[in-house]
């Protein structure tokens, strides 16, 4: 077979490799639909290891076992403490790359802070700033909306909560850049790092500056709440608090925003979706998990490493390998969801993993539905239908194996 045939025509093998390459220029066909790959890759195998020994999880059991699993490590991978810069420690120094007990440590000091019943209470404000947002734009006007209130509404809603100055979104963007970066890239460039050191140090100084005046005039935000964390050994050192601030800030910036992109995207592929949701607004809550589950935002989980040797699917998994769940590719297992390629904002039940599951599940996720089930329900209640405003062939997807969005969605409103 040639290799520059068109994917899904090569052997399987050849397909997972450009799919793992991000240099290959055929990734982002892939990166464009996945879906397809994973169909065939859970087909051929749903532990299958690739030709570079890495193990790709497609199949929701074997997914949900892996990530179940205390033996998989998230540290054992990162780079070494001495090879770590400023950027490593501020950006993945955070308990999203740690294992227990770290990890259980650095998760305790703000899980309560993220409760549902805690997060109820920005659900208003959500309601609010989605109008806001909504309002802004002027009728015949084609703006992009990923950019926009797709961006807007999960960094305002956080700054809130955090009590940060909301003008700074330039800042909050490339922290968030910088983080996909690193998390993708085990070895940067001398000249990469050098960029994502000085907006480490930016990052740094900014919460710093934040924190200090927390500490002298405590407030009624999650920063102060941090603070205040006091569960015997829990209290957080300096840098770990700036790098839980940049998680928690960064954290639910993309995924949100690709989660409510890609949303009003389904919305215009099914229009019949936005009848249903203006005529019965209960449905709405149903309508976010659909769109968490056919476009999962976190495509595919961060590496993670095997401690020991373990059994996956009937698999040995040796010591040392890296597994990778594709979240997407479990939340289309027709093993577990009915007719799974069909997007169906009224479909129940719908246990996807949009989130993941065991100790490093989404500490953000009643947030990200509450912001998603408000804007929802402004937009169809309050607000004509969204068009998207150009040919399909000109949306381009995110060149990312790990995240799953649109680069841009130009959208107006319906006449
Ligand atoms: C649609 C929106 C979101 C999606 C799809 C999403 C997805 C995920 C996933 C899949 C993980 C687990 C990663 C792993 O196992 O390696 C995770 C962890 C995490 N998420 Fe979210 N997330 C979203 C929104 C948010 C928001 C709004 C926040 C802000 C508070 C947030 C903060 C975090 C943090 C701090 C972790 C690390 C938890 C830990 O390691 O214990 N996420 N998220």
Not at 54 to 80: F, I, K, N
Not at 358 to 386: D, K, M, W, Y
């Amino acid at each position: 077979m040639s290799a520059t045939a068109p994917v899904g025509h090569e052997p399987i093998d050849v397909e997972a490799e450009i799919w793992l390459s991000p240099g290959d220029p055929r990734r982002s066909e892939l990166c464009r639909n996945p879906h397809g790959f994973y169909d065939r890759l859970r087909q051929h195998d749903p532990v299958y290891r690739s030709p570079d020994g890495r193990w790709l999880l497609t199949s929701y059991e074997s997914c949900a076992q892996m990530l179940g699993d205390r033996r998989m490590s998230h540290r054992m991978l990162r780079v070494p403490a001495e090879e770590q810069t400023l950027a490593h420690r501020i950006f993945m120094g955070s308990m999203l790359f740690q294992d227990p007990p770290v990890h259980t440590r650095l998760r305790r000091t703000v899980s309560t802070l993220f409760t549902p019943r805690a997060v109820e209470r920005v659900r208003q404000r959500a309601a609010d700033i989605s109008r806001q947002l909504l309002q802004g734009v002027r009728d015949g006007e084609t703006f992009d909306f990923r950019a926009g209130p797709a961006f807007r509404l999960p960094v305002l809603v956080i700054a809130e909560m955090l009590g940060l100055p909301p003008e700074d979104f330039d800042e909050f963007r490339v922290w968030a850049e910088v983080l996909l970066f690193l998390d993708e890239h085990e070895h940067p460039a001398p000249r990469e790092l050098e960029w994502a050191d000085g907006i480490a140090r930016g990052a740094l100084d900014y919460f710093t500056a934040i924190i200090e005046e927390r500490r002298r005039r405590p407030g009624d935000d999650l920063i102060s709440g941090l603070l205040t964390a006091d569960d015997g050994d829990a209290a957080l050192s300096d840098e770990e608090l700036v790098a839980m601030c940049v998680v928690l800030h960064i954290g639910g910036h993309t995924t949100t925003q690709d989660l409510l992109t890609s949303g009003v995207y389904n919305m215009n592929q099914h229009p019949e979706s936005f009848a249903i949701l203006r005529r019965s607004p209960a449905a709405i809550p149903t309508a976010v998990e659909e769109f968490l589950r056919y476009e999962s935002p976190v495509g595919v989980t961060p590496e993670r490493v095997a401690s020991e040797d373990l059994e996956i699917g009937g698999h040995v998994v040796p010591r040392g390998s890296v597994v990778h769940a594709l979240l997407a590719a479990a939340n289309r297992d027709p093993a577990i969801f009915q007719d799974p390629n069909r997007f169906d904002v009224t479909r129940t039940p719908n246990k996807h993993l949009a989130f993941a599951t065991g100790n490093h599940v989404c500490i953000g996720a009643h947030l990200a539905r509450v912001e998603a089930q408000e804007f929802l329900r402004v937009l169809t209640s309050e607000f004509p239908e969204l068009r998207v405003a150009v040919p399909e062939a000109e949306l381009e997807w995110i060149d990312s194996y790990l995240h799953r969005g649109l680069k841009t969605l130009p959208v107006r409103w319906l006449d």
